[in-house]
């Protein structure tokens, strides 16, 4: 449905979006996942034509969306991360001046705003002006807006911050309801958001993707380190000491506690039970009573945190080197 | 482009800028026809003569929200995101500031059927005043674009409207002003020159691309070193001529003579077009510069 080839986006000095790799595909939630100011708003609004591109390619459906906008527009609907409403106007005769500008036809409008109101629960506030409306049902004219002119892939930027948790497994249930009839790109950098709603995931951090797949593919890749939370009662120095020998241990970082005891963040490259055991065999060998041994869950949280600690700074040099072959935009 | 135009002119008429236009508009008409018509004079052009003074203030106020509050609310990103070519947006857009900026003038077109049948002063002529009525609106069609183009440079409506005023102001003391200009050819290389380094300075900050705004630059400096060498006295009063053109309001004169002036009308027109022209072309920059 998508195709985003090598984007780059900078702003003067600062890069926003770098060398952006990604392929959506149909009838699927994917999720945009990162910090803030990691890039995603940028990319959502060069993927929706709001925005152009400094290098790289885009393409919607096949078409191009600097070379054949209006064809590639026509298949998308976009709230951006400031739904843009006007106030002035009922929600009514918003949607209806969207729809049109959106070129539905005037025998289709009628039914299609139906459609869109009771899909996103706006009805009751038809004839409410904007203005005086909650931010929750902002946040649904908003996506209703979306919908619109039935885009086969619909692109939703935040669509959650700032309502309450309520209106927030509201907002979720309706993506997903979305997610069974069409393509779905929503950002966030709320994980569980993510995990709760999307099929796919990408990652991005300082406008690089760091990684992509399935929720359970990424915890997976995660899954060649473990990490375990211990607390002893001897000194850091003994404790270190006595765990030195164990095959397996990649990193072990102790803080002195108090009243003798010492926390322990021990990294581990293997997993399995086997692991927990010697662990506790090791410490215990040297009488060192174990306090606490925890095993940290797996879950996207520490694969991103991991993603982010080892995104680099900046590409390798060859990398650099085949990325000047191409066609500039600016 | 229906659709772009029905809002824009319904934001015009449920906000209060469009009816503050408009009174503006009848008002000064009415003491402008009170003043000369009902005080004897049968002359319907000179009220439209004088009216043209009130554009200065009612262009801005007509104009001054069009895109800069659109920008303003970030509703622009909605405009960007449809399958509508930015000509068409703006176009939508300019059609519903002209349908209300002609509202008024519509209304004002019966006067000089009012005036006749009081007969309070003497024959009217049908003729010059429906043709100054015309010229009046061929104005404000120029004056509305330029508007619309300041709108879309700017942040808020509030400096788009102080910007525009700034502007009209400029253009509509620009023929006298143009008298001040010195003659000599000298004169007139050093003043295009400024201006060409000013354009390009303009055109910097437009594009955001050093480079382009500078081989821009040079070139036009180069076009203008090589023209002065080669017809050094055709530079005598260039520029006074060239800013003349800029004096849009001077160029409904004739219209106040009884004179209907086909030309200006192409000049109205094409001062028109020119602008929606460079309105597209903002918008469609900011794109890139966001």
Known sequence: M??????????????????????????????????????KSTTM????????????????????????????????????EQPPLYGGMTVQEYLSFVARAKGVPVRRLDEQLERVAAVTGVKDVAARLIRNLSKGYRQRVGIAQALLGEPEIIILDEPTVGLDPLQIVEIRQLIRDLGRERTVILSSHILSEVQAVCDRVLMIHRGCLVASGTPAELERQCAGKVTYRVTVKALPGEARAALEPVKGIVDVDAAAGEGGRTDLTVTASETGADMDERLSFALSDRHIPVLRLEREQASLENVFLALAQDAPEAAPAEEKHRRRGRRDRA | ???????????????????????????????????????GSPDFTSVMYSMTFIYLIAIPLLTMRAIAEERHQKTDQLLYSLPLSMAKIVLGKYLALVTVMVMPILLMALYPLVLNALATAGSMSFKSAYGAIAGYILLGLALTAIGLFVSSLMESAALAAGACFIL????????????????????????????????????????????????????L????????????????????????????????????????????AVYFLSVAAVFLFLTVQVMERRRWAQ
């Open chain 2, 1 to 39: 482009m229906t659709a772009i135009y029905e809002r824009e002119l319904d934001s015009q008429l449920n906000g209060l800028t469009g009816y503050v236009y408009g009174a503006l508009m009848l008002l000064f008409a009415g003491i402008y026809v009170m003043v000369y018509n009902l005080s």
């Open chain 1, 45 to 80: 609004n060069i993927l929706t034509g709001c925005l152009a591109a400094t290098e790289g390619q885009v393409t919607i459906g096949g078409y191009d969306i600097f070379e054949e906008p209006i064809k590639a527009k026509r298949l998308v609907g976009y709230l951006p």
């Open chain 1, 2 to 39: 998508i195709e985003v080839n090598h984007l780059t986006k900078r702003y003067g000095s600062h890069t926003a979006v770098e060398d952006l790799t990604f392929t959506v595909e149909k009838g699927y939630v994917y999720g945009f996942l990162g910090p803030n100011g990691a890039g």
């Open chain 2, 168 to 219: 009209m102001l400029l253009i509509y003391f620009m023929g006298p002003l143009t008298e001040y200009i010195p003659e000599t050819a000298g004169a007139s290389l050093a003043a295009l020159a400024v201006t060409a380094g000013l354009f390009g300075l303009i055109l910097w900050r437009l594009t955001k691309n050093g480079p382009f705004a500078g081989v821009v630059t040079l070139a």
């Open chain 2, 221 to 264: 400096e180069g076009a203008l070193g090589g023209c002065w060498l080669a017809w050094p006295d055709s530079f005598r009063g260039l520029f006074a001529k060239v800013a003349g053109q800029l004096a849009v309001f001077d160029k409904f004169d004739n219209f106040a003579y009884d004179i209907f002036d086909l030309r200006a």
